[in-house]
C-alpha cells in the first residue's frame, strides 16, 4: 500500500496539465484549473514540471502514508497538519511510514495541490493522468477520489527541504478581480457600444461555476448582432455570449466546440487566479493586445523553468 484515501473529499482529483492535441477528438485538455500552485509544487519538489498532484477543492481531506516520502502542499490554507503537528504550506516535509495529513477548512471554490516527490504510479490515459470527470477518463476511470482509495507511489527519503518565498500569483485578495482580455476575431459582430458596455461594468460569478466554465450575472446584458455561429473550436478562456447577455468563460474541463459569439478570450494566466474565486465574487475585463499577452504568459512560465 502506498497513499490511502482516509475521509470521502468533496471533489478530490488527480492533475497534470492536462490532455493536448486531442480536441479534435471531442476530448476536453483537463488539467490543473491553477497551474501556478501546481507547478510551483513541482518545482519545490524538484519534479519534472508535468508530475501529477492531488488537486484539492473544498472541506476537508485527510490521507496516510503506509511509505516515506516528501511532500508539499501549495494552497491558501491555513489549517495543515501531519499527525497532530501543524504544518505550513509552500514548504516541503519529509514524511513517515503511517503518518496522517490532514486539511481542514478548504474554501469554497480554492483549489489546493498535494504534491509527492517523484510524484504517484500512474497509467497515462493520452498523454495525461488528468482525472476528466465527465469523460471517465483518468484515474479511476476518471472519477473524484473517495474513502478507501489506494494511489501509489515510489519511497522516497532524504533530509534537505525547500520553503517558498516568492509572490503568490493567482492569490486573490481584491473585491474586484481584473481578467486581462484579447479581443475576439469576431469582435465586429459586436457594436462597439456593446464592446464599451463589456469592458466598464462590473459582473458576479454566479453559483454555476466549476472546471468547465463560469457564468456570470450582469446588470447590462451584452448584445451581439448574431444569435450563434457554426460550432467551432473553443480556446481556454474564451468568452462566449449567449442569448441571454451574460458571459460565459469556458475553462480547462470545456466542451470542445460551441455556438455562442465570442467576444474575446481571458489570458490564459488569469484563468488561475479566477479558478481561485468562489461564487459572489466581482470580475471585470480590462482589453490588452497580444503582443502584452504573449509577453505576460512568456514572463509567468519563465519562473518554472
Not at 48 to 69: A, Q, R
Not at 126 to 151: C, M, N, P, Q, W
Not at 195 to 221: G, H, P, S, V, W
Request: proline share 2%.
Amino acid at each position: 500500500m502506498s497513499l490511502e484515501i482516509l475521509n470521502n473529499p468533496i471533489f478530490t482529483t488527480v492533475q497534470d496539465l492536462g490532455r493536448v492535441g486531442y480536441m479534435h477528438a471531442g476530448i476536453s485538455n483537463s488539467g490543473a484549473s491553477d497551474e501556478f500552485l501546481f507547478l510551483l509544487a513541482n518545482k519545490l519538489l524538484q519534479n519534472d514540471k508535468n508530475t501529477s498532484c492531488l488537486e484539492i477543492s473544498m472541506g476537508s481531506f485527510e490521507i496516510k502514508f503506509h511509505k516515506k516520502t516528501k511532500i508539499v502542499v501549495c494552497g491558501y490554507v491555513e489549517n495543515i497538519y501531519l499527525d497532530e503537528q501543524k504544518i505550513e504550506a509552500f514548504n516541503t516535509f519529509k514524511v513517515k511510514e503511517n503518518q496522517v495529513l490532514k486539511i481542514k477548512n478548504i474554501d469554497f471554490g480554492k483549489k489546493v495541490y498535494l504534491g509527492l516527490k517523484n510524484g504517484f504510479v500512474f497509467e497515462k490515459i493520452l498523454g495525461s493522468a488528468s482525472t476528466s470527470v465527465k469523460e471517465h477518463l483518468g484515474v479511476f476511470e476518471g472519477r473524484k477520489l473517495k474513502k478507501g482509495d489506494i494511489l501509489e507511489y515510489q519511497e522516497y527519503e532524504d533530509d534537505y527541504n525547500t520553503r517558498y518565498k516568492g509572490e503568490f500569483f493567482s492569490k486573490t485578495n481584491k473585491d474586484i478581480l481584473t481578467l486581462r482580455v484579447i479581443i475576439s476575431y469576431q469582435e465586429n459582430e459586436f457594436d462597439i457600444k456593446e464592446k464599451e458596455k463589456f469592458f466598464t461594468q462590473t459582473y458576479t460569478i454566479t453559483n454555476d461555476f466549476n472546471t468547465m466554465a463560469c457564468r456570470l450575472d450582469c446588470l447590462e446584458e451584452i448584445q451581439c448582432n448574431i444569435e450563434g455561429v457554426i460550432s467551432e473550436g473553443i480556446s481556454f478562456g474564451s468568452i462566449q455570449i449567449p442569448k441571454n447577455g451574460k458571459p460565459i468563460i469556458l475553462l480547462k474541463n470545456r466542451q470542445t466546440i460551441g455556438g455562442y459569439p465570442k467576444i474575446g478570450s481571458v489570458l490564459g494566466i488569469d484563468c488561475f487566479k479566477l479558478a481561485q474565486c468562489a461564487p459572489n465574487q466581482k470580475v471585470r475585463f480590462e482589453q490588452i493586445d497580444l503582443t502584452k499577452a504573449r509577453e505576460f504568459t512568456k514572463n509567468f512560465y519563465l519562473i518554472f523553468k
